[in-house]
């Protein structure tokens, strides 16, 4: 599994922008993927994870009812689309592959095998 993220950029609260990670490997559809985001002086934080089929979801509090997770197998991508955009997003987004059988253990990023470079997302007032 080989990721690239993209689609960060500046954006006003309240705007939206959607996040891509690209896939270059062969074993996609095998792994769960995950969003992370690392805030300026903070940790590293869960934000979404989907299941290999994208029939199962999953996202952090803070962000759940504005932002979606989805997958697209056959173009071997995973996108997270933000809505309603807060200052408190501003972080560099990760996106990360885990190789699992089940749907669990997603909020640790210490479960994901592989780590996308990472793309910074800032949202002004």
């Known amino acids: 599994v080989q990721l690239q993220a993209s689609g960060g950029g500046l954006v006003q609260a309240g705007g939206s922008l959607r996040l891509s990670c690209a896939d270059s490997?062969?074993?996609?559809?095998?792994?769960?993927m995950g969003w992370f985001r690392r805030a300026p002086g903070k940790e590293r934080e869960f934000v979404a994870a989907?299941?290999?089929?994208?029939?199962?979801?999953d996202y952090a509090a803070s962000v759940k009812g504005r932002f979606t997770i989805s997958r697209d197998n056959a173009k071997t991508t995973v996108h997270l689309q933000m809505n309603s955009l807060k200052p408190e997003d501003t972080a560099v987004y990760y996106c990360?592959?885990?190789?699992?059988?089940?749907?669990?253990?997603?909020?640790?990023?210490?479960?994901?095998?592989?780590w996308g470079q990472g793309t910074l997302v800032t949202v002004s007032s």
């Open positions: 990360a592959a885990r190789r699992a059988i089940y749907f669990s253990d997603y909020f640790d990023e210490r479960n994901f095998d592989s």
């Open positions: 989907i299941n290999w089929n994208g029939r199962s979801t």
């Open positions: 490997g062969r074993t996609f559809s095998t792994y769960i």
